[in-house]
Nanobody, 130 residues
Framework: QLQFVESGGGLVQPGGSLRLSCAAS???????????IGWFRQAPGKEREGVSS????????NYTDSVKGRFTISRDDAKNTVYLQMNSLKPEDTAIYYC????????????????????WGQGTQVTVSS
């Protein structure tokens, strides 16, 4: 059974940092490098939005404009884990953050839209407040 579990959320002051992790697990022989991974977030009363995504190969990434220069996505396939380093956090970054996975045909393709993803984690809460 394929699972993606987020961790690393919490309460942080504006200007602070957090690192989210998305740990993947599956049946025998599973390896995360077959999957492109995306991070999405949903704030109360708002629609879910894409934050960042990374290709299977790790060579290409994508960021929504509001987090460019502040967030960095990376992957460590030896650990079957994708990270989202979030710096200079702002109150408007407050949301539940979800990781999602899909198995694209191309190793360099970066899926950006939620409908492209088949597997979703349960989410981790990030709250930015003083």
């Amino acid at each position: 059974q394929l699972q993606f579990v987020e961790s690393g959320g919490g309460l942080v002051q504006p200007g602070g940092s957090l690192r989210l992790s998305c740990a993947a697990s599956g049946s025998s022989g599973f390896t995360a490098d077959y999957y492109a991974i995306g991070w999405f977030r949903q704030a109360p009363g708002k629609e879910r939005e894409g934050v960042s995504s990374i290709s299977r190969s790790g060579s290409r990434t994508n960021y929504t404009d509001s987090v460019k220069g502040r967030f960095t996505i990376s992957r460590d396939d030896a650990k079957n884990t994708v990270y989202l380093q979030m710096n200079s956090l702002k109150p408007e970054d407050t949301a539940i953050y979800y990781c999602a996975a899909t198995k694209p045909f191309g190793s360099h393709y970066v899926p950006q839209w939620s409908y492209e993803y088949q597997y979703w984690g349960q989410g981790t809460q990030v709250t930015v407040s003083s």
